[in-house]
C-alpha cells in the first residue's frame, strides 16, 4: 500500500449558533492514497462540504488534524499555508456564482497565476493558460468571452481551468456536476477522469448523488450529520453495505427500469439537528434497529469485512 | 383517440427584443384517463413551457402562443375565457412546482393556504374548509396540528407534502408536477415519490411528471414522452422506451447516466450542446450531434414513425435502427 497523500484525523468543526453549538464535522477521520479518489456522500446539511473546506482551512478546524504527505497542515502559519494552497485546490458546485461576472475567461483563468507566480512575463503566463484551456476542453476562441455568454458545462470547465493552473496535487471537487445536465454531466465526469490519469491527481470528490460518486471513486465514505457511518471501497459499498443508513441510501436511488421494484427502504421523518446533538448514535432517530445502547453511546468506526462501519450492530457481532 | 388531454400542434415563442426564443415546436401529446406521462428533456427542452401553456399562465410578455390546440375533456382551453380558466385552474389541473420554497407564502399559515384553495373553489365555511385542509395534511403525512405553522418552520421535503396537499385539495383530475423531487434529498425523494405513488391509486388522477431523471420516470410513469428542442423525438411506454429505445437521442441519454449495477470505465458522451433556441437546426434538430446523421436529415424534418401503437420515434432511422441493435 503506498503512502496516504492525506490523511485527516479526528476532525472537528463547531459552529456557534445562537441557539447553540453546531456540529456540522465531529470526530472525522480517512485517507486518500496518491492518485486516488475517495467519494465523501452524504444529504444536505451533513457536513460534506464544511469537511472539504476544512482540509483547505476554508474554515478553521475545531479539532482534529489534517496530515498532507505527514505533515499537520492545521498548523501551518498563514505565509507556509499560502504556498500549500498551490498544491491543493477546490473546485466549487455552482458554476454560475463562483465566477466573477465582470472577468473574461482569460483573466478568470489567470488570476491564480498572477497571485501566485509574480514575476512570470505575460507571455509565460498567456501560455499556460492557452495550455489549460486545450487541456480542460475550453475552445482557445472562447479565451474573451465573459461567463454568462457560456453554458453551465464550459463555466464548471473554467472552474476546473483555474484549480488545474497551478498545478496541485490534490483537488477537493465539491459538488462539481450536480447542477449540469446528464450529458453535459458526463462530459465533465470523463474529463475529470481523464485529467486525474494525465496528472495523477488525488480527489476528494463530494456529492450526494451516490451513481456519480460510484462512478468515480475508489473510496466511498458516507456521512451522517457530521460524522462517518461507514467507509469501504467502491464496490463493497454497493454490493454489501452495512450500516442502515447506507442501506437506506442506497435503496433511495430511483432505479431507471421499470421492471425493477427495488425493496426500498423509507426512512420516517427528516435529519435531526446537528445543534447540540444527543449522545449516541446520530442516526438512531431514524433507523428501524435502533436499541437502547444507541441511545447510550455513539458507535466508533470499526473493521467489519472489507468496510468500517460505525453502528452497534456490529460492534458487538451480532446481527 | 380518448380525449382526456390533448395537445396538437402547440407552438410557443419567447420574444426579447428582436431575439425570437423558439421554446415548443409544433408538439402534439396525449394523456389518457389515469395515466402518468413523464416528460423528459435536458434545461431549455420546453418541458416547463408546454406545462404553463396547458394552465394558461405563461407569461405574456414575452410568451407568446403562435398555433395549437389544448384539449381537455373536449374543449380547447384557449378558447376559454380568462374566468371559465380559473374555473379549471385547481380544480380541474393543478400544478406542483419544482422548489417548495418559494412556491408558499411565507406570510401566511399551510393551513390558510390549503383552505384558500378550497374556498376558491368549493361553497363552504372557513370552518369547513380549515377541516378539510387538516384532513388533506393528514393525506400527505403531516400531523393536522401543524396546520396554524408557517412555511418555514417546515423542512424541505415537508413543505414539498403542503404543495402537494394544496395541488390534490380540490381532487383534481389532471397534476402536473415540475420537477417535484430535484430541490430534494434522496431520502427525502424516496418519501415523497412514494406518496405520490398511493396518492395517484388513491385518486385515479393523471399526471404529468416533468423530470430529468430517468429513474424517477421508472417508477412512477406509465409512458414517456422524450423531449428535445421544443419537439418530442420519441414516445411510448415505459418499458418500449427504456427496453428498446429506437432516437438516438434517447439512446444518449440513457448512455450518460452511470448506473449504479454496472461498473463502466467512461461514460459515453454526445458531444457538442443541445441547440440555441434562437436558432434551431433545419430539418432534424438533433442531426448535428447525431452519430448517425445522413444528408436527408439536415434538410427534412422526420415524420413521426410508429412502431406499434403507442410506440413513436421522429427518426429516419427509426426501423433501421432497431434492426441494427438487435442483431
Known amino acids: ?319 | 383517440m380518448n380525449d382526456f388531454l390533448r395537445i396538437e400542434d402547440l407552438t410557443v415563442e419567447y420574444r426579447s427584443g428582436r431575439r425570437h426564443v423558439h421554446a415548443v415546436n409544433s408538439l402534439d401529446l396525449q394523456v389518457g384517463e389515469g395515466e402518468a406521462l413523464g416528460f423528459v428533456g435536458e434545461t431549455g427542452a420546453g418541458k416547463t413551457t408546454t406545462a404553463l401553456s396547458i394552465l394558461r399562465i405563461l407569461p405574456n410578455p414575452p410568451a407568446k402562443v403562435l398555433s395549437g390546440k389544448v384539449i381537455f375533456k373536449g374543449q380547447d382551453l384557449f378558447q376559454l375565457s380568462e374566468r371559465e380558466m380559473r374555473a379549471i385552474r385547481g380544480e380541474e389541473i393543478a400544478m406542483i412546482f419544482q422548489d417548495p420554497m418559494t412556491s408558499l407564502d411565507p406570510v401566511k399559515t399551510v393551513g390558510d393556504q390549503i383552505c384558500e384553495m378550497i374556498q376558491l373553489h368549493q361553497r363552504c365555511s372557513k370552518k369547513e374548509a380549515w377541516q378539510k385542509a387538516g384532513d388533506m395534511l393528514e393525506t400527505v403525512g403531516i400531523d393536522r396540528n401543524r396546520a396554524g405553522e408557517y412555511p418555514h418552520q417546515f423542512s424541505g421535503g415537508m413543505k414539498q407534502r403542503v404543495v402537494i396537499a394544496i395541488a390534490l385539495s380540490c381532487r383534481p383530475s389532471l397534476l402536473i408536477a415540475d420537477e417535484p423531487t430535484t430541490a430534494l434529498d434522496v431520502t427525502i425523494q424516496a418519501q415523497i415519490l412514494e406518496l405520490m405513488k398511493d396518492l395517484k391509486k388513491q385518486y385515479q388522477s393523471s399526471m404529468i411528471m416533468i423530470t430529468h431523471d430517468l429513474g424517477i420516470v421508472a417508477e412512477i410513469c406509465d409512458n414517456v414522452a422524450i423531449m428535445y428542442a421544443g419537439c418530442v423525438l420519441e414516445y411510448g411506454s415505459v418499458f418500449e422506451i427504456y427496453k428498446d429505445p429506437r432516437h438516438p437521442y434517447t439512446r444518449a441519454l440513457f448512455d450518460s447516466i452511470p448506473d449504479v449495477n454496472r461498473d463502466q470505465e467512461r461514460l459515453k458522451v454526445i458531444n457538442g450542446l443541445p441547440p440555441d433556441p434562437t436558432d434551431i437546426p433545419a430539418g432534424c434538430p438533433f442531426h448535428p450531434r447525431c452519430p448517425h446523421c445522413m444528408e436527408r436529415c439536415k434538410t427534412e424534418k422526420p415524420e413521426a414513425v410508429h412502431l406499434n401503437e403507442t410506440h413513436w420515434v421522429k427518426c429516419f432511422l427509426a426501423r433501421e435502427e432497431g434492426r441494427r441493435a438487435h442483431e
Not at chain 1, 498544491?87 to 463562483?98: A, E
Not at chain 1, 459538488?175 to 450529458?183: G, K, T
Not at chain 1, 446520530?282 to 468496510?307: D, H, I, Q, Y
Request: contains cysteine; proline residues 6%.
Open chain 1, 1 to 319: 500500500m503506498s503512502e496516504p497523500l492525506l490523511e485527516v484525523r479526528h476532525l472537528k468543526k463547531y459552529f456557534p449558533t445562537k441557539s447553540g453549538m453546531l456540529h456540522a464535522v465531529d470526530d472525522v477521520s480517512f485517507s486518500i492514497e496518491e492518485g486516488k479518489t475517495l467519494g465523501l456522500v452524504g444529504e444536505s446539511g451533513c457536513g460534506k462540504s464544511t469537511t472539504g473546506r476544512v482540509i483547505l482551512r476554508l474554515h478553521e478546524a475545531t479539532d482534529g488534524e489534517v496530515l498532507y504527505r505527514g505533515k499537520n497542515i492545521l498548523e501551518l502559519s498563514p505565509r507556509e499555508m499560502r504556498e500549500m494552497r498551490r498544491k491543493m485546490q477546490i473546485v466549487f458546485q455552482d458554476p454560475y456564482s463562483s465566477l466573477n461576472p465582470r472577468m473574461s475567461v482569460k483573466s478568470l483563468i489567470e488570476e491564480s497565476l498572477l497571485q501566485r507566480s509574480r514575476g512570470m512575463s505575460s507571455a509565460e503566463r498567456e501560455r499556460r493558460v492557452l495550455a489549460i484551456m486545450d487541456l480542460v476542453g475550453l475552445e482557445r476562441r472562447l479565451a474573451h468571452s465573459y461567463p454568462h455568454e457560456l453554458d453551465g458545462g464550459r463555466r464548471q470547465r473554467i472552474g476546473i481551468a483555474r484549480a488545474l493552473i497551478l498545478e496541485p496535487e490534490f483537488v477537493v471537487l465539491d459538488e462539481p456536476v450536480s447542477a449540469l445536465d446528464v450529458c453535459v454531466q458526463a462530459q465533465i465526469l470523463n474529463l475529470l477522469m481523464d485529467l486525474q490519469k494525465e496528472l495523477k491527481l488525488t480527489y476528494l470528490f463530494i456529492s450526494h448523488n451516490l451513481s456519480v460518486v460510484k462512478h468515480i471513486s475508489d473510496q466511498i465514505a458516507v456521512m451522517y450529520l457530521g460524522k462517518l457511518a461507514e467507509l469501504a471501497d467502491h464496490e463493497t459499498i454497493f454490493r454489501d453495505p452495512k450500516h442502515p443508513y447506507t442501506k437506506a441510501l442506497l435503496s433511495a436511488i430511483p432505479i431507471p427500469d421499470p421492471t425493477a421494484h427495488p425493496d426500498r427502504i423509507i426512512l420516517e421523518g427528516d435529519v435531526a439537528s446537528p445543534i447540540n446533538p444527543a449522545p449516541g448514535c446520530r442516526f438512531r432517530t431514524r433507523c428501524r434497529w435502533a436499541m437502547p445502547e444507541c441511545a447510550e453511546s455513539c458507535p466508533e468506526l470499526m473493521p467489519n469485512g472489507n468496510s468500517i462501519v460505525a453502528c452497534h450492530l456490529y460492534n458487538g457481532g451480532q446481527k
